[in-house]
C-alpha cells in the first residue's frame, strides 16, 4: 500500500504518521520529492483501515497495490480449486461441465423431459429456477418449494445433480437435496446471506452482479470462502453496459482474468449474458474457447411457450448441435 | 404494447395470436405495411407475459408504450405523497429535510455529539450505521445491535427521528424505535426483502441500486406499495459509471425525472455519490436547486478518524456553512 | 415506424397529422385504445425527421422498428461483403486473416524484422501505426510520413499488404500505397471525414468507437458506403465500460450481432480490446470462436521497449503459437 | 509517479532500471517489503514514458501520482482563466453567461427572430448550429456556409457575439465573424484537430466527449493551450451510461471537480445533457447552484417545427422564465 502525502505536509505530522504506523507492524518507507513525498507501506497491510488513513489532514491518496482477497487469490493458492458433488462430477480444474435446462420449473412433465434431453446431449448438471428474481412484483416469481420438489423427481429420473437459485436464507431447508446452491447476481453482495453461505456444506455458484467488478466478485468469494465454505463455482452472466443490441455485455475475457488471479472454477451463463436464442452458439464457442469450466445454457422444451426468458432460450434439438460444437472447440484448445 | 410481426408470418399464425389475445381481454388492432405488421395492444396489458409473447415464433419484438409500474406512477396519483413521521415531521411535497449524521454509529459519545451538533445546524433527521454493507468480510462490519440502541439513545437525548439500515430482514425486530428503515443500494433488488417490506408498518428508505435504471428502482418500490406499504422515499446515491474522478456519478436529472412520473418523494445522499468532503456543498446546491425534498449528508465530529468512509464526511462546523446555503437556494427556488 | 399519442390529443390534431403522412407518401393506420392511440407508419419511413415528429404537441414518443441503416443491412444485402486486396487476399465471408505487426512503425530494422515474423507465421497482413492518436499531447505522436514510408519498405520486402490509420484526411496522398485504411475509434464519428472516405477507392477498417453502439457503429459504416466505398472491414476493439480488469471490454457478442444484422467483414483487434499480453491468446481464441472474419494483433520484437502499448504487444514467438492454436479452433468452427 | 517492481525480480535487474532513470534526471527511491518492492520517482516525469517502463519485465505496474495535464492544472495556475470576447463579454471567474438559440440555423428569420428573444431575456451569447455532426448521413446535416452567414446576419441585427460548431478544419476561413469555436463531443479526441486549434487566434468551446473522463477532457484541453491558445472553455454535455431515461447523464460533479483541478471556465449544456425539454429547468437551476460559469440552452421559437432535436429546445417564453430563476439562484450562491 502505498499513502501520497500532501505537499503542505509538516515534517511533524509525517512522522507521527509513521509512528502510528510502526505500533501497527507496518514499516514505513518514505520517499521525498520536490513536489511529493511517498509513504511506501510493506508488511501485512490488511489489519490497515484504507478510509481512515486516506481522511487524514496530510494525505492525498491512497493506492494499493496488492489485492485485497486472499483465500480467493492464486498466489496463495496456485492450485486449482476442483469442486467435487456427491455422484463423482467435477468442476474446475481439466473438466468441463454442461448445467441446462429450463428457465423456470413449469411442471413434473417439462422438467424430466428437458433434464433426459439434456442428458442425452451430454450435461452433467439439470438447471432450473424454482425460486425466480423478477423486476416486477407482477411477473411469475417461480414455484418455490413445489419447483424444488420436482427438481428432485427429475434428479431421481436422470442421475443428474441439480443447481438452482436460492434467494432467501431462510428457505434454505428446502435445498438439501439440492448439489449446488446458485447466489444471483442481484445478492452477489447481499453480504449477509454470503456470511450464512459460509456455513453451508454445500457447493455455491456464486453469479457476478450484472455491475461489479471483477474484484468484488471475488471480495464476494472471499465472504463465502473466509467464512468456512471453500468451494465457490464462479459464473459470469454479462455486465450492464450502454449496449442494447444484447441483453447484457457478456465480459468475455473475464474468464482469463479469473484464471490468472484466482483458483477458482469460472462457468459461463451464454443465456444471461446474451437473451437471444440465436447468439447462444456464438457465445458458447467463444467462452470454451476462452477456457471456461463449464457452460450454464438455458434449454427449454417448448420456448415459445416458456414461462419466463422464452426469447434465450435453446431447444433440446439446438443444444445438441451446439454441445457438439463446443466438444470440438475444447479438444482444439487442449 | 406494441408487437412487431415478422416479415415471414403467415395470416393463420397472425391470426392464431390475435384470437388468444381476445381471449385474453386484449383488443388488438392489427396494421400491415410493404415489410412490417404492427400488431396494438390496447386494453389492459399487465397481465400479457411478455417473454412468452416475445418468444413466439412469428413475433420480431415487443415494445413497452406504458411504465409497468402502477402504484407508484404520478399517473395513477396524481398528488405527491407526504410522508410523516411520529413527531410530526414531513418529507414530500413542499416540505425540505436533512438526514445528518456519521456513516457508522461509534460509541455513545460519538453519536449524541454528532446528534445534538446536526439538530443545532437544522437536521430534522439523525441519520447513522449500525449494521454496515461492506464490499470487504475483513472490514468493519458495523457495531449491528449495540450501534441501534446507541441511535435510540441519541434519539432520546435530542429528539431527532432516526433512520438506518436494515441488512437483513431477520433484524427487523431491533428496529421497533427507528423512524424510517433504510434499504440499501445493493439491496435494491433483494425482492424476498422488498415483500417482507410491504408488510412493514415504517416509512422505507429505498436507495437506488449503484446500477439500477429508474424504472427498475421504481418497480422495486412497486415491490413495497403493492404490499401494502405506502411510505416509500427514493433516495438517489449516484450512479456507477466509468467516471473515476467522483466514488458514483450523481444522476441530478433523476430529480425531476422521479417528480415527474411518480408522486414519491426523493431525497439525494450528496456524500455516497461524490465520495469527496470537498464536493458534497456543490452537490448538495445543485441537488436542492433541482427539486429534491431533502439531503442525506454524512457528518462526523472527526472524520480523520471516522471507521468508515472518512472521506466523504463533513465536520459539523462545515455541515453548519452548507445547510444555510441549501435553505438559500431552497428560498430562490420556491 | 410508430407514433405513440398523448391520450389528450384531439381527434382533429391526429387527423391534421395522419393528412400531412399521407403527403409524404406515408401510410398512417391509427389504433386507438381506452389509454393510448398508435399511429403505425407503413411505407418508406427514411425520410421522416424522427426529431420533428417526437416534438410535435400530439406525439408521446417514436419508436424505430427497422434499421435506420441500408447499405449496411443484411435484409437488403443477403450476402457476405468479401474485400480483395490487390495481391488477392480476400477478407469476409469464409476467408480468415491475421492483421500482425508493431503498435508503431520505430525504425525500418524493426519494422522489417517484425513484418518477416509474421509473415512466416501465417499473417496476411502487416499492421503498423505511422500517425498515432495519444491522449496526450506530450506522448510519442508516430513517425507520420516516414513510418508510411517504413511500412511500404517491409510491404515491398515481404510482399504483405499493409494496414494503416489515417488520422486526418489531409494525409491521404501518403497513403498511396497502403492497402487497407484504418479509421481509429475516436474517428468513428468524425462525419466530414466519413464522407471522404466514400470518395476513397481502398477498403476502409473501421473500428468502433469504445463507446458507440453497434447500430451507431453501422450508421458510420453507412455514410461511407452511401458515399460510394463499398470495401467496409469493422473493427470491434473492446468498449469502455466500469470493469478495470482490462483496458477495455471486449464485446464478443458483436461479432455474431454483426453478422445477424449485416454484410460486412469484422475483426477483432485482440490487443486493444484486453490490453495485457498474457490476454492476448484467450481473446484471440474466443473471438476466432465467436466467428470473426480475422484478428489484429499486435506483435513486437522487444515489447519491452515499445515505444507505445508495449504491454499488450506479444513477441513473435507468441504470434507463432496463438496463429496455430487459432487455426485450430477455427478449423473446430467450420 | 510510482512503480511496483514484481517479487521475483533480481536486484541486478532493480539497479539497472534505477540506473537509466538517473540518467533521465530521475531520483528513484526504492523501498523493499517482504512482498513487494516499491521504486518511487520524484523530479519531472513528464518525459518518461509508462507504456514503455510498464512493458518491462520486472514491472509489475505503475501508479501515476500527479495529473498529466500541466497548462490546464489548477496547481500550476491558481488563477481563474478569464475568457474576454471583442464585445467585453467575459467568461469565466466570477462571471455568469447564457449561450442561447436554436439548434441549427434553419433561416434568416428563425435566427433573427431567437436572437432577438433570448437577448431580452438576458442572453449574453447566440449559439446556432451551421454545420451539424448526425449519426445518419440521411439527417438533415445544417445549412454550412450559408448558416454561418445567417449568424453573422444575426449577430449585427442584436450586437449578441456567436458560439457555433466547427467540424472540419478545412472550413476554419468561414468562421472569420464567429466569437467562439465549438467543438463538439465526437471530436474531442479528433487529436489532429486539437493541434491545429493551438494556432487558432479565437476562443475554443470544448465540449466533453460523451464517455470521456475528465482526466482525458482537460488532456484534450492540454493539446490546445499547449499548442498556444489558452482561451479554452469547457462545456459538460453529459455522458454515456445505462440509464435511458435521459438522452444522457448530466454529470453534475464535474462542475466543481473541474474548478477543484482546473481555472478553465465551465458551462453546462443543459439541452443536450437531459434531451427533453421538461427537465431542462431543473438542469439550468442545478448546474447554477454547482457553480458553472454559464449555461447553453437550446431555445427555438418553434420547438414542434426545428429541424433537429426538437424535443429538447424549449421557448422563448419559457427561456425568460429560466433564465430569471436561473438568476435567482446565482445570487443565492454568491
Redesign the interface.
Known amino acids: 500500500m502505498?499513502v501520497?502525502i500532501k505537499r503542505e505536509a509538516t515534517e511533524e505530522k509525517i512522522s507521527a504518521l509513521a509512528e502510528w504506523l510502526k505500533t501497527q507492524g507496518i514499516?514505513p518507507?518514505i520517499?521525498?520529492?520536490?513536489?511529493?513525498t511517498?509513504m511506501?507501506?510493506?508488511?501485512d497491510v490488511?489489519?490497515i483501515?484504507t478510509?481512515?488513513l486516506?481522511?487524514?489532514?496530510i494525505v492525498?491518496?491512497i493506492?494499493r497495490?496488492?489485492e485485497?482477497y486472499k483465500a480467493a487469490n492464486r498466489k496463495f493458492h496456485p492450485e486449482d480449486t476442483v469442486v467435487t458433488l456427491d455422484n463423482g462430477t467435477k468442476i474446475g480444474g481439466d473438466n468441463f461441465v454442461f448445467m441446462a435446462g429450463p428457465c423456470s420449473v413449469e411442471s413434473e412433465e417439462q422438467i424430466i423431459e428437458v433434464a433426459s434431453r439434456v442428458k442425452k446431449a451430454g450435461a452433467q448438471l439439470l438447471r432450473g429456477g424454482a425460486f425466480k428474481?423478477?423486476?416486477?412484483?407482477?411477473?411469475?416469481?417461480g414455484m418455490g418449494a413445489e419447483g424444488i420438489r420436482l427438481l428432485m423427481e427429475a434428479k431421481a429420473a436422470t442421475g443428474l445433480p441439480v443447481v438452482t437459485e436460492l434467494?432467501?436464507i431462510?428457505d434454505i431447508d428446502l435445498f438439501d437435496g439440492v448439489d449446488i446452491i446458485q447466489i444471483g447476481a442481484?445478492?452477489m453482495?447481499?453480504?449477509?446471506?454470503?456470511?450464512e453461505l459460509g456455513q453451508v456444506k454445500k457447493p455455491i455458484l456464486l453469479k457476478r452482479g450484472?455491475?461489479n467488478?471483477?474484484?468484488?466478485w471475488l471480495?464476494s468469494a472471499?465472504?463465502i470462502i473466509?467464512?468456512g465454505n471453500r468451494d465457490v463455482i464462479l459464473c459470469e452472466r454479462g455486465?450492464?453496459?450502454?449496449?442494447?443490441?444484447?441483453r447484457n455485455?457478456?465480459?468475455?475475457?473475464?474468464?482469463?482474468?479469473i484464471h490468472?488471479v484466482s483458483h477458482l472454477p469460472i462457468i459461463v451463463d451464454v443465456s444471461h449474458?446474451?437473451g437471444h436464442a440465436?447468439?447462444v452458439?456464438?457465445?458458447s464457442?467463444?467462452?470454451?474457447?476462452?477456457?471456461a469450466n463449464g457452460l450454464m445454457i438455458e434449454v427449454h422444451n417448448d420456448?415459445?411457450?416458456?414461462?419466463?426468458?422464452?426469447?434465450q432460450?435453446i431447444t433440446p434439438d439446438q443444444f445438441d448441435i451446439i454441445s457438439e460444437?463446443v466438444m470440438?472447440?475444447r479438444?482444439?484448445?487442449l
Chains 1, 2, 3, 4 share one sequence.
Open positions: 502505498i501520497i514499516k518507507d520517499s521525498r520529492g520536490k513536489d511529493i511517498i511506501g507501506l510493506v508488511g490488511n489489519g483501515d478510509d481512515l486516506g481522511a487524514l489532514d492525498e491518496s493506492k497495490i496488492s485485497p428474481p423478477r423486476t416486477s412484483p407482477y411477473a411469475f416469481q434467494m432467501d431462510k442481484r445478492n453482495q447481499n453480504f449477509e446471506m454470503l456470511k450484472f455491475s467488478t471483477i474484484q468484488e471480495m472471499e465472504y473466509s467464512g455486465i450492464r453496459t450502454f449496449e442494447t443490441a444484447t455485455t457478456l465480459d468475455i475475457t473475464s474468464v482469463p482474468v490468472k449474458s446474451t440465436d447468439l452458439e456464438s457465445a464457442l467463444a467462452s470454451t474457447a476462452a477456457g420456448p415459445a411457450h416458456a414461462k419466463c426468458d422464452g426469447q432460450s460444437k470440438k472447440v479438444s482444439a484448445i
